[in-house]
């Protein structure tokens, strides 16, 4: 033990650094109070999309938390839907929003300009209604299916299913323009494609969380490896769907593809489960 009133040893700069990106990156996809410190900056936002994959690890494990705890008490329906509700007040629906706006403005066939002009607006329409109801039905219905099956199985789901769809869109993010106007985005931040280094890190910990699900025993390489191969092709279908619409993405765009992906892998692993 160091000697009292000896000198104490700051951490590297690096991690300093990181551990603030990983702050901006919480602050800005939850609702957790909570400050990255020091005067901030603006590239802060886009630098920590590289941890965007493990801010929603956090968020999945707090679903699975709340899964695995309501599930002792209440049906497994009942349980999932508890579930749910967590994980959209921790991050208050942000996401959910911009699915509802996605569908709103693409689900019919209107121009790229009007499409931009009606995700601005805060109505929602039949289209981004229906896309919302469907999507948290899906969700709780699949994790409902999961939890019946195994508590640790379905925990596993919901940790991976999250921080694979804040994955999906932070490679969105690099394989295409932003969509819309930069100079008035709401994170204008954002609206610049994340380098190489953020992409790679974002994937790194979605690999990560997956390795260690499979290492602590709750979830199969095998099982892992479809839902890499769900996410991968969410991903896919939202760039042959908004390249030709919009040209780009856009900041709902992005939350669109982080609902899809974590249905698609919640999907996929019930399938794997029941097969």
């Known amino acids: ?23 901006v990156a919480l602050q800005f996809l939850t609702r957790l109070p909570v ?27 707090l679903g699975a938390a709340v899964l695995a705890a309501a599930a002792t008490v209440w049906p497994p329906t009942v349980a999932a839907l508890l579930a749910l509700v967590a994980t959209v007040v921790i991050t208050g629906a942000f ?21 931009l002009a009606i995700m601005k607006d805060s109505r929602i329409g039949s289209y981004g209604a229906a896309a919302l109801v469907l999507t948290l039905a899906g969700r709780t219905a699949l994790m409902a299916a999961l939890c019946a099956q195994g508590a640790a199985q379905a925990a596993a789901a919901v940790v991976l299913a999250h921080a694979w769809g804040r994955a999906t869109a932070v490679l969105l993010m690099a394989g295409l323009p932003y969509a ?18 953020e992409w790679r890190v974002a994937l790194g910990w979605a690999m990560v969380v997956a390795a260690g699900l499979a290492w602590a ?59």
């Open 1 to 23: 033990m160091p000697e009292r009133g000896a000198p104490r040893v700051a951490p590297p700069g690096w991690l300093v650094a990181e551990w603030r990106l990983l702050l």
């Open 35 to 61: 400050s990255p410190g020091g005067v901030y900056e603006p590239a802060w936002l886009n630098r920590s999309a590289r941890h965007f994959p493990l801010v929603g690890a956090l968020v999945g494990a």
């Open 95 to 115: 996401h959910e929003d911009g699915l509802a706006d996605t569908f709103d403005a693409l689900g019919g066939t209107v121009s790229r300009e009007r499409a």
């Open 180 to 197: 819309g106007d930069a100079e008035h985005a709401k994170a204008k931040p954002l609206a610049t494609a994340v380098g190489p280094a």
């Open 217 to 275: 025993g709750a979830l199969a390489p095998a099982r892992a490896g479809v839902a890499l191969a769900a996410a991968a092709l969410v991903l896919w279908a939202m760039r042959r769907w908004l390249r030709p619409r919009l040209g780009g993405y856009t900041g709902d765009t992005l939350g669109a593809t982080e609902q899809l992906t974590e249905l698609a892998v919640l999907l996929v692993l019930a399938a794997e489960v029941a097969g």
